[in-house]
């Protein structure tokens, strides 16, 4: 008797999957329609491995290399969008590879595909690659996994996902003009020493008169920049490379936080952005089922702080001694007192996943509206400094021109 493989839904919704020795595939149909199994798809053994073995072959090309969080959106969206239809995990990932547009991704699921061939669970295969889905998505592919609710829990991280990318494109779209500005800024210097100060240079001397102390000092130091600009350079990536090796060891990083977190409004907003980031993260784990505990573990695994990771650590002790998270937050003074009176009311009313959403999603809207405001502010003193930087070129450099012209230029 010929072997069919079959993929079915009980009543409950969850998804059943299984071989069977039958006649055909009508009675195999029939048998499982008794046993009150709703039947997705049926198909022949030998058709189902013979996929499992072709579907990584086929070509597809890739636009980008790294991974971005569209990417990892897509992703989310794709398999839930799959599964719910009740295709296999190992063919949706097949489908997958064949339309994904990042290289590395790609690799990475052709991998995640063999290792399930092989019979690994998919957050275990996800597991084995920290760099491109982190303990995030391997935690709450595990917890989707034991609920069977996969296609659900892919929804919401979709939906976490998404929400992080457009927060991040609103920032990078508040910088991004002040950030033209300053590199219009450097170029337009650059251009000055490089093309119209060397010229202006020449012309001075073959007029052999006596300059200006406003273009003399100028003149030095273009030409310093210019002769000595490859050892400028390599000083400012050997101090680059210092600050970011001491910035990387337990002592430094910590110093450098707290220098960070005691600045005037920048360290307010640091330390807010760190606090959304918990918040958003724990909210999503909740809100998947993952245990408290284990959600936090995760979170001390994820966040962004070395202080914060001190913070989250305290919290879970107190958790695992049977406390409410409330009261360790309030007790920390990382946290701000809206923070904790939400976490309270939501432990209270049995709701904390979703008083974090909103802790999340005001202090985001907090964040954009201070770098939207900031960037507002710093565009008309970007300007007045380019112009002002220009102006003082322009007249160091036109002084001994109009000196000359007015009958008082002199010999050197």
Not at 97 to 105: G, I, M, R
Not at 225 to 249: D, E, P, Q
Not at 369 to 382: A, K, V, Y
């Amino acid at each position: 008797m010929p072997r069919l493989s079959y993929v079915a839904r009980d009543k409950d919704g969850n998804r059943v999957t299984g071989t069977e020795d039958v006649a055909d595939a009508d009675a195999l149909i029939a048998k499982l329609q008794n046993q009150g199994l709703l039947v997705i798809e049926v198909k022949p053994f030998e058709k189902v491995a013979a996929e499992a073995r072709s579907g990584l072959k086929k070509t597809t090309i890739t636009t980008h290399r790294g991974v971005k969080t569209t990417d990892l959106v897509l992703l989310a969206r794709q398999l839930a969008t799959m599964l719910d239809a009740g295709v296999t995990l190992l063919r949706s990932l097949q489908i997958i590879c064949q339309q994904v547009e990042s290289a590395v991704l790609l690799r990475t699921l052709e991998q995640v595909t063999k290792d399930l061939s092989k019979g690994s669970a998919f957050s275990s295969a996800l597991s084995k690659y920290p760099k491109v889905f982190g303990p995030f998505w391997s935690s709450l592919i595990e917890v989707g996994e034991a609920s069977g609710n996969l296609p659900v829990i892919l929804e919401k991280l979709g939906d976490y996902l998404e929400a992080k990318a457009d927060f991040q494109k609103k920032l990078i779209s508040a910088i991004l003009y002040p950030a033209v500005l300053l590199v219009a800024a450097v170029g337009a210097i650059t251009f000055f020493a490089v093309v119209i100060i060397p010229r202006f240079t020449e012309i001075f001397k073959s007029l052999n008169i006596k300059l200006p102390p406003l273009t003399v000092g100028l003149l030095g130091v273009f030409e310093f920049l210019r002769t000595k600009f490859f050892l400028l350079l390599l000083v400012l990536v050997g101090i680059i490379f210092a600050i970011k090796k001491y910035i990387n060891t337990e002592t430094g990083g910590r110093q450098i936080e707290n220098l960070l977190l005691r600045l005037p409004m920048v360290g307010n907003v640091y330390r807010i952005l760190i606090i959304e980031r918990f918040t958003s993260q724990l909210a999503i784990l909740i809100e998947s089922g993952v245990p408290i505990l284990y959600a936090l573990e995760i979170c001390e695994r994820m966040v962004i702080s070395r202080n914060m990771v001190s913070v989250v650590q305290g919290i879970k002790n107190q958790v695992r001694e049977g406390k409410l998270i409330a009261e360790p937050m309030d007790k920390s003074g990382f946290f701000t007192p809206m923070v904790v009176q939400m976490v309270m009311i939501g432990e209270e009313t049995g709701e904390l996943d979703k008083m974090l959403k909103k802790v999340a999603a005001f202090y985001q809207d907090y964040i954009e509206t201070f770098i939207s405001r900031l960037s507002t502010l710093i565009e008309p003193f970007m300007l007045i400094f380019m112009g002002m930087v220009v102006g003082v070129i322009v007249i160091a450099m036109f002084l001994p021109i109009f000196s000359i012209a007015s009958g008082g230029g002199m010999a050197r």
